[in-house]
């Protein structure tokens, strides 16, 4: 039987990929002290994998395929094929950041104030080199751990560090000089799978409905009973993908209008709608948008 390797990012990432790939229609359950989790799928075998080395195994074709950072693509330097981006994280939906991080009394308020300075970092080879880019001569070691504590007590001038919202930065008395990276999940694979027509066809089934998921994630659907009288007004309060959906009832007087929208906005939208005439709205999630 055919078989795809899929790696999946051991760590702060990995509850969030599971959840993911739930959405998307494949259950994954991890095993206690087991490295390779269970998925209802038989053409795919899964392994918990560093999203630090996730790149390597995917390139040397330990993996076939897998998820990752950029940041972590980018520190490894392997040969892999970026086969989408995936917008989430294990607290939201929004990219994290590396950053340039200094105590609050430092006297570095730029990147050329780093000129002979000592930084700490996980992501040292990507940091050499953006340095290097921009004239920068620093000296970059690598990090083990409490990244940020090295900084507060002076063993380095500064560190780079990720963030998502630098609440925890600011509440450790840091403060941050610049950003050097925008970063989030991608799908990884590498030639010798998108050269195999079998390997291809379910990379190209996993990276739509893993898209198709967290497109869905962020919208939900209306439906409503509207006044054939109103319905011109009702429409134009409504955005939707090209146009709501609009059916006549048995009531000839009256419309059902479906539409899909922005969650983030429906809040603000329902009153609206209802103020403008709408009754029996009803919202409910979807699960995919291909």
């Not at 790149?55 to 998820?67: P, Q, R, S």
């Not at 004239?135 to 560190?159: C, H, P, Q, R, Y």
């Amino acid at each position: 039987m055919n078989n795809l390797k899929l790696g999946i990012p051991k760590g702060s990432l990995e509850t969030a990929t599971i959840n993911l790939f739930a959405r998307a229609g494949w259950q994954i359950h991890s095993r206690t002290r087991n490295y390779f989790p269970y998925i209802d799928d038989a053409e795919i075998s899964c392994a918990l994998v560093r999203s630090q080395e996730m790149a390597a195994y995917v390139a040397n074709g330990t993996l076939d395929l897998g998820l990752t950072g950029l940041d972590w693509i980018l520190e490894s330097g392997a040969d892999v094929v970026e086969v989408c981006d995936l917008v989430y994280s294990k607290s939201s939906d929004q990219p994290c950041r590396w950053v340039l991080v200094v105590p609050q009394d430092s006297p570095i308020q730029s990147l050329e104030d780093l000129n002979g300075k000592k930084v700490a970092t996980e992501l040292v080879n990507f940091t050499r080199r953006y340095l290097e880019e921009h004239g920068i001569e620093a000296e970059v070691e690598f990090s083990w751990g409490a990244t940020e504590a090295k900084a507060v007590e002076g063993l380095v001038d500064a560190v780079v560090e990720i963030t998502e919202t630098g609440s925890t930065i600011k509440a450790h008395g840091l403060r941050i000089v610049c950003e050097l990276l925008q970063t989030h999940t991608r799908l990884i694979t590498n030639k010798d799978a998108l050269n195999d027509p079998w390997k291809k066809q379910k990379v190209d089934q996993i990276a739509l409905l893993l898209q198709a998921s967290l497109h869905a994630h962020q919208k939900v659907a209306l439906s409503m009973n509207v006044p054939a009288d109103k319905l011109d007004a009702i429409v134009a309060l409504l955005p939707s993908l090209h146009a709501p959906t609009v059916n006549h009832l048995y009531d000839k007087d009256w419309l059902a209008v479906e539409t899909v929208v922005d969650s983030n906005g429906v809040r603000d939208l329902i009153p609206q709608l209802s103020a403008a005439g709408a009754e029996g709205i009803l919202e409910y999630e979807l699960r995919k948008i291909v």
